[in-house]
Structure formats: structure tokens, C-alpha cells
């Protein structure tokens, strides 16, 4: 069978393959956590957090426009060759932070084109599992992903202070080559030749291609709408508040170094917990539906625990709960992947995570544009507050609030989605979503596996804790 679909690659194409793609990319970004910070501030003191928030809304932004394309040519010409590209691409920027700063944060902003890895893997995923392992497969993903994020930054952290960020750089650049040769030698093309449309030359329709071509089907039935509201309100300051927290505990909070790294791994190994165990068993005693409401809560008592909290032992407490609130996204990618019709999946799927992508541009930017406007800067490697206002000095972290406050919203917006749900997505209305080549793998919207939000329930929480600085996408 592994003959059957692919001339090159060790064996069979296996979840394994996918897994140590993933390994390997993040654990590269991971070691250079520390030294992007230190970068950052360097390369623009004034406005450290606005500027961080806008290289990673762009690079967001590229993202969401450019990932259905990616996913529809993926359908034509097979995973193998955009797994290369995306990995090549995302880790592109690595070697220029020692090189050029300017460069390298201009080429992390444009590399946003290219950086949709989880979307080509998990539709790699999807390739070569019964609908009944995906999501155990899909599980697996992601607690690598978050493994990934484990150690690397402590052991990043570590390197650079022993042997300067010059190693760190070089370390870093030599595991995404190896992940980039891992793809080229042992990877095997997981999309059968019979599978694919007629031929490379097959065409690509625009609608296919389109990112908002999802996005504006969502009125058209009122539990997908439901849906799509919580998953925006809930994902915007989530997007957010990755982009900043880290440095939010170095710069205001105090944490050392050394904290952070067991901030990170401590949150890492809680995530992990909570979205195999702790979720296995909500699903079965309280049902996904509650199960969501449930993880929305615990992320409005974390965000709000981060926006009051001044003391270091709030963080922490505030971390574990970040960590259960990871369970919301999964719970809501079960909850459309069981109520949409099996030829519908994607498109349910596809929705939802183009509103995702939508918020990774804006969640960023946003973050960066509030601490601006209280005057919560980064000037120095130490906890301070520049402003002298009441609200900076009750408030340490304005951002966290607002984010409360939105996903409280969202909480309210999920109690009116129903029980058992129907998404109405019938073919009739949406028979163009699908790929006119009539096979499976193109009836997935572009870009997207069938359960691509899956794809950040482990990074919701180490964004959430911390970090996925500008490269998790």
C-alpha cells in the first residue's frame, strides 16, 4: 500500500510523519523565543509592543488570504510539495535575526504567505485515517505541538545565556533544515495518484481560492452563525494575547528567565492533560455543548485573573486555568464535525477556522494597539508602569480585560446554541464549495483538514501562557 502511494518517502505515509514535521518546525521557533524579545526591543525601543503586534497581525492577515489557495493547489498536486514549501518559507526568516533585524522581522511579516503548515498536515492527516481515528490522530497533532513548545524555550534561553543568541540562531536554523530534508527524504506523499483531479494541469476554481467565499455563507443558517459569533469573540483576544504575554511576564510581571521557561513547560504539560484526559471525560459526562460553556468560563476567569493580577503566584494560578480553557476548540470542532452532513464537513470546518485565521491578523494589532493607548510600554527589562493614571495602575494589563469581557459576550452568544444541533449546510446551497472533481480530498475547503481547529487547541494554550511568538500559525 505504501508502494501503491508513493515512489519516495520511508513506508506508508503515517500520523508519525506529520508528527515529527511539526516537531521539528516549532521546536526551531521555540529556541529563539528569548532572542526574538531581545531583537524586538533592540530593533524598535519606543514601541516594542505596537510593532510586535503588527509584524504578527500582517503576517496573520497573509495567512488567512492565502491559506484556501495553498489547501486547493494541495488537492492537485499533492501534500508532499507544500509541506516543503510552507516549512521552507516559515522557517526562512531564521538565519537573518543575526544578519539583518530589519529583514528578519519584515521577512517573518511576508512569510505569512506561506505559513499554513498545520493546514497542509492536518489535511495530510485526513488523507490517511478512518474518520473514527482523526480525531485521536488530530490529538496527537497537537500535543506534539505543544510538547514542541515545552522545552525549547528554556533550553533556547539556556544557550543563549552560556554561549550567546549567535549559537541559539545557528542551532535553530540547523533544525529547520533537518525538518526541511526530513520532508524531502522520508516523507511520503499521502494523496494517492487515483485521488487527485485528472492531472497537474487540472484547474484551480477562484471560489475554491477565495478566503471570504466561507465567511460569507455564515448568515445563512442561524446555529452556524451561533457558532461562528462565539468562535470570534472567544478567538480574538486569544490571538492577542499570544502575541504579547510572554513578554508580559518578563517586562511587567518580573519573571525571570528561568520562570518563564518553567512558566512554559509547566502550561505545556497542563494543556496536554487537558485536552486528552480532561476533555475525553467532559465529552462523555456533560456533553459538548456544556463542555464549550465550560471552557469559556475558565478563559474569562484566566483573562481576567491577567488583567488584575499583579503578584507572580496570580500568573501561575491564572495559568492553570488557561490551561482547561484549551478544551473550548476541540469541543467546538466535535461539536460541527458531528452535526454537519459527511460530504459537509469542510465546509463547516472551513468556516469556522476562516474566522479564526481572520482573528489571528486582527487579535495582534489589536493587543498592541491597547497597551499603546495606556501607555503600557516596554522600555526596559524591568517590571514598571510608565503611565501614572488610575486605570494603568489598578489595570496592569488593559488588554486582558477587554478579552474577558469579549469572551463573556461569547459565552452568552453559546447558550443559544442548540443541544443537537443541524447545521443546515445543505448541498444544494452550498454544492459550490465543493471541488467539481468529485472526490473526497476536494470537498474539504480550501486549506483546511476536516477538523482543522484542532489544529490551535494546544497552541491556545501556550498562547494563552505564553508564546507561540510570531510563528505559530
Known amino acids: 500500500q505504501g508502494g501503491a502511494r508513493s515512489a519516495q518517502g520511508f513506508g506508508a505515509p503515517s500520523v508519525y510523519h506529520a508528527v515529527i514535521v511539526i516537531f521539528l518546525e516549532f521546536f526551531a521557533w521555540g529556541l529563539l523565543t528569548a532572542p526574538t524579545l531581545v531583537v524586538l526591543h533592540e530593533t524598535f525601543p519606543k514601541h516594542t509592543f505596537l510593532m510586535n503586534g503588527l509584524i504578527q497581525g500582517v503576517k496573520g492577515l497573509l495567512s488567512f488570504l ?3 489557495l495553498i489547501g486547493a493547489l494541495s488537492d492537485v498536486w499533492g ?7 510552507t516549512v521552507f518559507f516559515t522557517c526562512a526568516p531564521i538565519p537573518l535575526m543575526k544578519i539583518s533585524p530589519w529583514w528578519y522581522f519584515a521577512v517573518i511579516s511576508v512569510s505569512g504567505v506561506f505559513a499554513v503548515t498545520f493546514s497542509v498536515v492536518f489535511a495530510y492527516v485526513a488523507d490517511i ?30 544557550l543563549g545565556r552560556v554561549y550567546g543568541d549567535g549559537l541559539v540562531v545557528v542551532l535553530a536554523s540547523a533544525i529547520a533544515m533537518l525538518d526541511i530534508c526530513f520532508i ?22 477562484w471560489e475554491q481560492a477565495d478566503p471570504f467565499a466561507s465567511l460569507r455563507k455564515v448568515g445563512q443558517d ?27 511576564l518578563r517586562q511587567i510581571m518580573g519573571f525571570s528567565p528561568e520562570s518563564v521557561a518553567a512558566f512554559i513547560a509547566v502550561l505545556g504539560l497542563l494543556s496536554i492533560v487537558a485536552q ?40 501561575w494560578a491564572a495559568g492553570a486555568l488557561a490551561a482547561m480553557s484549551s478544551i473550548t476548540f476541540p469541543a467546538i470542532s466535535a461539536l460541527v464535525s458531528r452535526t ?71 459565552l452568552l452568544v453559546a447558550l443559544f446554541i442548540p443541544e443537537q444541533p443541524h447545521l443546515g449546510l445543505r448541498p444544494g446551497s452550498w454544492k459550490k464549495h465543493s471541488s467539481p472533481h468529485g472526490h473526497p480530498h476536494s470537498l474539504r475547503p480550501p486549506g483546511e483538514a476536516k ?23
Open 79 to 85: 501534500r508532499k510539495s507544500f509541506l516543503l514549501l
Open 276 to 315: 486528552t484526559v480532561v476533555l475525553s471525560l467532559l465529552m462523555r459526562s456533560i456533553g459538548n455543548k456544556n463542555t464549550i460553556l465550560l471552557g469559556l468560563g475558565f478563559q474569562i476567569l484566566q483573562l481576567a485573573w491577567y488583567g488584575f493580577g499583579s503578584e507572580p503566584w496570580m500568573m
Open 66 to 68: 492565502s491559506a484556501p
Open 222 to 248: 442561524s446555529t452556524v452563525l451561533l457558532i461562528c459569533i462565539t468562535v470570534f469573540l472567544s478567538y480574538l483576544p486569544e490571538a492577542g494575547q499570544y502575541s504579547s504575554f510572554f513578554l508580559y
Open 340 to 410: 454537519a452532513e459527511p460530504d459537509q464537513q469542510g465546509v463547516g470546518q472551513g468556516m469556522v477556522t476562516g474566522i479564526r485565521g481572520l482573528c489571528n491578523g486582527l487579535g495582534p494589532a489589536l493587543y498592541g494597539f491597547i497597551f499603546y493607548i495606556f501607555h503600557v510600554e516596554y522600555g526596559k527589562w524591568e517590571p514598571f508602569f510608565i503611565s501614572s493614571s488610575p486605570q494603568s495602575s489598578i489595570i496592569p494589563g488593559p488588554p486582558f480585560l477587554f478579552g474577558a469581557c469579549s469572551v463573556l459576550l461569547a
Open 451 to 473: 477538523e482543522p481547529l484542532l489544529q490551535d487547541s494546544n497552541c491556545s494554550t501556550i498562547r494563552r501562557g505564553h508564546l507561540c511568538t510570531t510563528k505559530a500559525t
Open 184 to 205: 524531502l527524504v522520508a516523507v511520503p506523499e499521502s494523496l494517492p495518484e487515483k485521488m487527485r483531479p485528472a492531472s497537474w494541469g487540472a484547474p484551480i476554481s
Open 129 to 158: 485515517t478512518q474518520e473514527h481515528e482523526r480525531s485521536m490522530a488530530y490529538g496527537l497533532v497537537s500535543a506534539t505541538f505543544a510538547a514542541s513548545l515545552v522545552t525549547s524555550p528554556a533550553i533556547g534561553a539556556y
